[in-house]
């Protein structure tokens, strides 16, 4: 079965610093999809970025990036110049078929 | 406009009633799902419907039933409440031919039971 595990509960960042949250995920399937979401106050779910596995290069939207490795079945989000509205809980999810399995979720804390 | 709609936002009854959370989707998605966020934040799939069909009818009690009139609607039916289903409850859906799975997500309903 699939698992996505997000081993950082909780986080914090200066803001306009960079900060980097992990995720590894364990499948035996060749072709899926990864993607990072965001949940803010608000309670609805935002898609950050997605990743899909057949393609080498890392996705990126504008201060969002990731690092996927996936011999490692890792996918680790980075957030640059952070800003005090990227404060929000991060779920990191995988996704095949129609099946979508989330991670426990970061929560990002941004310091002013 | 709203792409995923859920009606009510927010939802607070008593332990032993029925209830129905709605959710509607204008994006002319096929697959619609239903989603239960715990007090930790925790994301678990419940149902899934695509087509009108089912097609993921994870471990949920039997008190919970999807209803989908049409490709656009999938209701989620509660009977019996237990105040184990306090809970936020998202509805999302997406297309089955896009490249992705993205699915977009409703506004959620946050389910209070007393």
């Known amino acids: 079965a699939q698992t996505v595990t997000q081993s950082q509960p909780e986080m914090s960042v200066q803001e306009a610093e960079t900060v980097t949250l992990s995720c590894t995920y364990d499948?035996?399937?060749?072709?899926?999809?990864l993607f990072w979401y965001k949940q803010p106050p608000s309670r609805q779910m935002i898609l950050v970025i997605r990743q899909e596995a057949y393609k080498q290069q890392n996705a990126t939207e504008n201060r969002f990036s990731v690092n996927f490795q996936k011999a490692a079945k890792s996918f680790s989000l980075k957030i640059s110049d952070s800003q005090l509205g990227d404060a929000a809980m991060y779920f990191c999810a995988y996704s095949r078929d129609d099946k979508i399995i989330f991670g426990k979720g970061t929560r990002l804390h941004i310091l002013p | 406009d709203t792409a995923v709609s859920q009606t009510p936002k927010y939802l607070v009854t008593q332990m032993g009633n029925d209830k129905s959370i709605k959710c509607e989707q204008n994006l002319g998605h096929d697959t619609m799902y239903w989603y239960k966020q715990d007090s930790k934040k925790f994301l678990k799939i419940m149902f899934s419907y695509n087509n009108k069909e089912l097609i993921i009818n994870e471990t949920v009690p039997n008190r919970f039933s999807p209803k989908s009139p049409d490709k656009a609607h999938l209701n989620l039916h509660i009977n019996s409440l237990e105040l184990g289903d306090s809970a936020v409850y998202f509805c999302?859906?997406?297309?089955?031919?896009?490249?992705?799975?993205?699915?977009?997500f409703g506004p959620g309903t946050r389910l209070t039971v007393l």
């Open positions: 499948t035996s399937e060749s072709d899926y999809y």
């Open positions: 999302a859906s997406s297309h089955r031919d896009l490249p992705f799975d993205e699915q977009f």
